[in-house]
């Protein structure tokens, strides 16, 4: 990386990293923050502005706040417009390495787990999936797997996720290959979740936003689970039930 601020140098820098399929969009201030602290690899950092970028690192993170500004470019609003579509309002954007692949399977495969695993079976809204990172990350699981076409390693995702995705595993993987452990499929239709301590073994399924859980996972679910709604209420949107279901096993935890 360089400290030179320099437009067009690290413009053509930023293309020839981004062309690398394992960088990844690091967009904003929060995400770049918590790619910094929880040990991501970084590959460059453009900013429309160093003097509030360094005031807002220092006010907000300050643990990170002089790796920042030794790595930052100040470019032109219309580099960073170049190369993020919409930039954040905090008018940072970065480039991270992506954790290998291989080696986040493996820790999410790896038994005795200390907590469960989060599945989403094929959700549809990016939003939502880095919701859900960003609850994986603050709970301290072991990680989140997602089936389907959606790449969790999406940009929007990522910048929903705070850029969290470095806190905790992530990875896309076809259903009959999920990592073991029993299966604890989450769905309006199930037995009431306050009867049920979930273990740290589980792999904790949540379903897609319109189509709720496939029948290939419900039917090898080891329980299917509800958390108890009103009447008439059809279900709760997918992050927060991701919320609601960790919450509930975390609470045993902590009581153990
Ligand atoms: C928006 S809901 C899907 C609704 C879908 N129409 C269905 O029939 O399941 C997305 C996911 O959130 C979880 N969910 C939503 N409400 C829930 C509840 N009351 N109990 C357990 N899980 C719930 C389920 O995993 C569900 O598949």
Same mark, same amino acid.
């Given at each position: 990386?360089?400290?030179?601020?320099?437009?067009?140098?690290?413009?053509?820098?930023?293309?020839?990293?981004?062309?690398?399929?394992?960088?990844?969009?690091?967009?904003?201030?929060?995400?770049?923050?918590?790619?910094?602290?929880?040990?991501?690899?970084?590959?460059?950092?453009?900013?429309?502005?160093?003097?509030?970028?360094?005031?807002?690192?220092?006010?907000?993170?300050?643990?990170?706040?002089?790796?920042? @500004? /030794? $790595?930052?470019?100040? !470019?032109?609003?219309? =580099?960073?417009?170049?190369?993020?579509?919409?930039? %954040? +309002? *905090?008018? &940072?954007?970065?480039?991270?390495?992506?954790?290998?692949?291989?080696?986040?399977?493996?820790?999410?495969?790896?038994?005795?787990?200390?907590?469960?695993?989060?599945?989403?079976?094929?959700?549809?809204?990016?939003?939502?999936?880095?919701?859900?990172?960003? @609850? /994986? $990350?603050?709970?301290? !699981?072991?990680?989140? =797997?997602?089936?389907?076409?959606?790449?969790?390693? %999406? +940009? *929007?995702? &990522?910048?929903?996720?705070?850029?969290?995705?470095?806190?905790?595993?992530?990875?896309?993987?076809?259903?009959?290959?999920?990592?073991?452990?029993?299966?604890?499929?989450?769905?309006?239709?199930?037995?009431?979740?306050?009867?049920?301590?979930?273990?740290?073994? /589980?792999?904790?399924?949540?379903?897609?936003?319109?189509?709720?859980?496939?029948?290939?996972?419900?039917?090898?679910?080891?329980?299917?689970?509800?958390?108890?709604?009103?009447?008439?209420?059809?279900?709760?949107?997918?992050?927060?039930?991701?919320?609601?279901?960790?919450?509930?096993?975390?609470?045993?935890?902590?009581?153990?």
């Amino acid at each position: 990386m360089t400290n030179h601020d320099d437009p067009d140098l690290a413009l053509r820098q930023w293309r020839a990293a981004a062309a690398d399929p394992s960088t990844v969009l690091i967009d904003g201030f929060h995400a770049l923050k918590h790619t910094l602290r929880f040990g991501g690899e970084l590959r460059q950092i453009v900013t429309t502005d160093r003097s509030a970028l360094g005031e807002l690192s220092r006010a907000l993170a300050p643990d990170v706040a002089k790796a920042v @500004l /030794a $790595a930052a470019v100040e !470019v032109p609003p219309a =580099v960073l417009r170049e190369v993020v579509a919409r930039p %954040h +309002p *905090t008018g &940072v954007a970065a480039l991270a390495v992506r954790p290998d692949p291989e080696l986040a399977l493996a820790r999410l495969s790896a038994l005795p787990r200390r907590a469960p695993v989060v599945v989403l079976d094929n959700p549809r809204n990016l939003g939502n999936v880095g919701a859900v990172v960003r @609850l /994986a $990350a603050g709970f301290g !699981v072991t990680g989140v =797997v997602t089936t389907g076409d959606l790449d969790p390693w %999406h +940009p *929007t995702v &990522v910048r929903a996720g705070a850029g969290l995705h470095f806190a905790t595993d992530v990875a896309r993987l076809p259903a009959d290959r999920l990592p073991p452990g029993p299966l604890y499929v989450l769905d309006p239709e199930g037995e009431s979740i306050h009867s049920t301590r979930l273990p740290d073994q /589980a792999l904790l399924v949540f379903g897609s936003e319109r189509h709720g859980v496939s029948e290939e996972l419900r039917s090898r679910a080891d329980a299917l689970l509800a958390i108890p709604m009103r009447p008439l209420v059809s279900s709760f949107n997918l992050a927060t039930s991701v919320g609601m279901g960790l919450f509930h096993w975390q609470a045993h935890t902590a009581t153990r």
